[in-house]
């Protein structure tokens, strides 16, 4: 990492909600997708990165909203680089929080975003406050108020979408081939393995799959397996053991991919999301 980029992030034992706060100039990372629900601003330069077939260009003031599985990269376009501040929400956390407030929340839904980039001046303020108070370990009453504050003005922002198995608008050939790898993401798969399981060959399985997803089965394995070692290191699994358990060749293998995908090292997640030691 350039010495001019630097990313501080800590994580909140309670709600399970990460903080990120970080300045990149040049490429910032390559496409990559969490399991959380990201809000965030821009605090300052162009902040310029692709997500759902679309550019975007976040200035200061614009809050982004990343759903669970969106496919995003991110570059600084301009001289100067761009910082940024961003809450990681967790799915259940937020998911158990609205329906707690709102009771005409449907069942079978999920929470989604109207768009990925907003202007709103008092979501903005709400998610500045909210990542303050998050970061920096205020008291727990006010963690939980800025949090419900972040909560009040992203209602706007939020819509129920409908769990529909399978999903109408996907190919039922990627769809089936997304399913296999989320349950053997531990082994070692070859595409043999995916067009057997989807009644295609290689290469029209690839040409779904990329199409549905947006990146090739492989880099989706790969995310799969970066976004579970993220959970583990949190729990303060030594990288060496998330690589073996993760079908990783070993321990350098997860630290270049995680290099790419986060700008960190995976000691350096662990010792920053868990209390322990190296």
């Known amino acids: 990492m350039s010495d001019r980029n630097w990313?501080?992030?800590?994580?909140?034992?309670?709600?399970?909600?990460?903080?990120?706060?970080?300045?990149?100039?040049?490429?910032?990372?390559?496409?990559?997708?969490?399991?959380?629900?990201?809000?965030?601003?821009?605090?300052?330069?162009?902040?310029?990165?692709?997500?759902?077939?679309?550019?975007?260009?976040?200035?200061?003031?614009?809050?982004?909203?990343?759903?669970?599985?969106?496919?995003?990269?991110g570059t600084a376009p301009e001289a100067g680089g761009f910082t940024y501040r961003t809450l990681y929400l967790d799915p259940r956390w937020l998911d158990r929080e609205l329906r707690a407030q709102f009771e005409e929340a449907p069942d079978n839904a999920q929470l989604s975003f109207a768009a990925t980039l907003?202007?709103?001046?008092?979501?903005?303020?709400?998610?500045?406050?909210?990542?303050?108070?998050?970061?920096?370990?205020?008291?727990r009453i006010v963690r939980q108020t800025a949090l419900d504050h972040l909560l009040a003005n992203l209602t706007s922002h939020l819509r129920w979408r409908t769990l529909?198995?399978?999903?109408?608008?996907?190919?039922?050939?990627?769809?089936?081939?997304?399913?296999?790898?989320?349950?053997?993401?531990?082994q070692d798969i070859g595409l043999d393995d995916l067009a057997h399981v989807t009644g295609v060959d290689r290469f029209r399985l690839s040409r779904a799959?990329?199409?549905?997803?947006?990146?090739?089965?492989?880099?989706?394995l790969i995310q799969l397996r970066l976004t579970r070692a993220r959970h583990l290191l949190a729990r303060g699994e030594a990288p060496v053991s998330v690589a073996a358990a993760l079908g990783f060749a070993d321990q350098s293998h997860l630290g270049r991919w995680f290099q790419r995908a986060y700008r960190m090292t995976p000691a350096d997640y662990r010792r920053r999301c868990s209390n322990v030691p190296d």
Request: charged share 20%; aromatic share 8%.
């Open 118 to 139: 907003a202007e709103d001046p008092r979501l903005a303020i709400a998610t500045a406050n909210a990542f303050e108070a998050m970061h920096h370990d205020e008291l």
């Open 7 to 73: 990313i501080e992030l800590k994580q909140d034992a309670t709600s399970g909600i990460e903080t990120v706060r970080a300045h990149f100039e040049g490429h910032a990372y390559d496409p990559h997708w969490h399991d959380s629900y990201l809000v965030g601003i821009t605090e300052q330069g162009l902040q310029q990165f692709n997500c759902r077939r679309q550019q975007h260009n976040s200035t200061p003031g614009k809050v982004f909203l990343l759903e669970p599985g969106d496919i995003h990269d």
């Open 209 to 220: 799959f990329k199409a549905a997803f947006g990146m090739a089965p492989h880099a989706y």
């Open 164 to 186: 529909i198995t399978p999903d109408p608008r996907l190919p039922l050939v990627a769809q089936r081939a997304r399913d296999y790898l989320h349950s053997h993401l531990h």
